[in-house]
């Protein structure tokens, strides 16, 4: 059993760092689950989801482009939403890992499935958590936070925005934990990152996704009611919805032990 992290150089400009989390036993591994995490994040967000999943599965955590370990970018690089997809496709080929279980928080369930529609091959079954299937909303938003951290940094944006983002249910050292995982992110990340966020909507992509699709929620979601949440999630054939009480929108953070449970069994029900 072990616990490995790895660069891998997914283009010019950007080296991935991935956790590899691997308490398998050989004769009784499943295939790996990839989980991809949010905003101003890293693969330390699925910190605790990892004991759920890694006595089966291998569990590979990437800092996505810009993020945690992996290569910052400057504030004027150009993120585009496909070729986030394109990383991790590239990380995948260098771990030579053909077909994967998917888990994704926030925008990083939203890549996820960006990734089922458009690899369909490589993607066994979906789990989006807490995740918005647009983000064109964040064109009011996403000018001002851009602002406020140029201004002021990362940190004081965080600690503003906490509360909408985790809700009211969580003790305050569990909130400065996830504050100073996220007041890590370079600002010259998160202006570039800011600026690709209103463009992304995986909206027409749904219906083309044929992997299966667990979708899970909060009755108090901060990025749309249960309903809105409803209506795109019924657009993916046979996916299933899940609905947690609470008012966090980032419900992966916030139960994350609920919600590996659920994707876990989801997962084996169907992989």
Do not use: N
Request: negative net charge; proline residues 6%; charged residues 25%.
């Amino acid at each position: 059993m072990s616990q490995d992290f790895t660069k891998i150089r997914v283009s010019d400009d950007c080296e991935l760092a991935v956790r590899l989390d691997d308490y398998t036993h050989a004769w009784d591994a499943r295939p790996p689950v990839v989980m991809l995490h949010g905003l101003a994040e890293s693969g330390e967000a699925f910190k605790r989801w990892v004991p759920h999943f890694a006595d089966r599965h291998l569990v590979v955590r990437p800092d996505l482009r810009g993020y945690g370990d992996s290569t910052p970018m400057r504030g004027d690089f150009t993120y585009r939403f496909a070729g986030l997809g394109e990383d991790i496709i590239r990380m995948l080929d260098a771990l030579k890992l053909e077909r994967v279980f998917l888990v994704g928080g926030k925008i990083g369930g939203t890549l996820a499935l960006h990734l089922a529609a458009h690899y369909p091959d490589r993607v066994i079954a979906v789990a989006a958590v807490g995740t918005p299937a647009s983000l064109t909303s964040f064109d009011q938003r996403a000018p001002g936070w851009r602002k406020q951290i140029a201004a002021g940094g990362v940190e004081p944006w965080v600690r503003e925005t906490t509360q909408g983002r985790l809700g009211t249910s969580l003790p305050q050292p569990a909130l400065d934990w996830w504050i100073a995982l996220m007041s890590k992110t370079k600002a010259s990340t998160l202006e570039a990152f800011l600026q690709m966020v209103p463009t992304v909507d995986v909206t027409p992509d749904l219906p083309r996704i044929t992997s299966p699709t667990v979708v899970i929620t909060t009755t108090g979601s901060g990025l749309g009611s249960v309903d809105s949440v409803k209506a795109w999630q019924e657009t993916i054939k046979g996916s299933t919805l899940e609905v947690l009480p609470g008012d966090s929108y980032h419900v992966a953070a916030t139960d994350p032990d609920v919600c590996a449970r659920i994707v876990r069994a989801y997962f084996d029900k169907v992989g």
